[in-house]
């Protein structure tokens, strides 16, 4: 299994501020992730955390509003860009371990985001 | 129509019950299929995972997949109170750039009670 740590683990933000959450792998994983978990609602995935290029958006989010960093093989982040309301959700991280025949994929905690 | 369907419940249940957790999908591609346990202010947690149709068992976990109905399930036996949380089943195809995607079901909450 793996081991992840998300930082904030929880923030209020004020209305048209960004803010950067981090997302910290105990091992070397190639595939990383982003969710989104809006209030009452299931899990949808934001991106692919690439390392060493672009992140790749899933249909509705675009880099502008969450611009993803992947540095090396354990480190992420996602930034959540001038936020509204809207944007009041649980971010979170996963990874992928194993082969491209067969998968485990684990979260971390979240990072519980209000804006007001 | 949403890929993953899965009934929000709630479902509560006594303590000792088996319960019966369950979604069903549209998407043939998906190969790959999970049971998340996530408690409140938690992320998921893992349960189950398995690629083939059939059954796999894991203490008082039982996954069940049936991809000619496209219809997966999630049964625990001897249910506790600590087991009360929301249950998320997700999936993803295999290959590609589908390597690692989950597309989830709306979650079940479910409760226990003494």
């Known amino acids: 299994s793996a081991v992840i740590s998300q930082k904030p683990s929880r923030d209020i933000c004020q209305r048209g501020t960004s803010l950067t959450i981090q997302c910290q792998v105990d091992?070397?994983?190639?595939?990383m992730f982003w969710y989104r978990q809006q209030p009452g609602q299931s899990l949808t995935l934001i991106a692919t955390a690439n390392q060493g290029s672009e992140a790749t958006y899933e249909s509705g989010f675009v880099i502008d509003k969450f611009p993803i960093s992947r540095p090396n093989l354990t480190f992420s982040t996602l930034t959540v860009s001038n936020m509204s309301p809207e944007d009041s959700s649980i971010y979170l991280c996963?990874?992928?371990?194993?082969?491209?025949?067969?998968?485990?994929?684990?979260f971390g905690e979240g990072s519980w985001l209000t804006v007001v | 129509q949403k890929e993953v369907e899965q009934d929000p419940g709630p479902l509560s249940v006594p303590e000792g019950a088996i319960v019966s957790l369950n979604c069903t999908y549209s998407?043939?591609?998906?190969?790959?299929f999970m049971w998340y346990r996530q408690y409140s202010r938690k992320g998921p947690e893992l349960l189950m995972y398995?690629?083939?149709?059939g059954n796999k068992e894991d203490g008082r976990f039982t996954a069940q997949v049936d991809k000619s109905s496209k219809y997966i399930s999630l049964f625990i036996r001897d249910s506790q109170p600590s087991d009360s949380a929301t249950y998320l089943c997700?999936?993803?195809?295999?290959?590609?750039?589908?390597?690692?995607?989950?597309?989830f079901g709306q979650g079940t909450i479910l409760t226990v009670h003494p």
């Open positions: 996963s990874v992928s371990t194993g082969t491209s025949s067969g998968n485990t994929i684990y």
């Open positions: 398995t690629y083939s149709s």
């Open positions: 998407n043939s591609a998906f190969q790959y």
């Open positions: 997700a999936m993803s195809a295999v290959g590609g750039t589908s390597y690692g995607k989950l597309t």
């Open positions: 091992s070397q994983v190639t595939m």
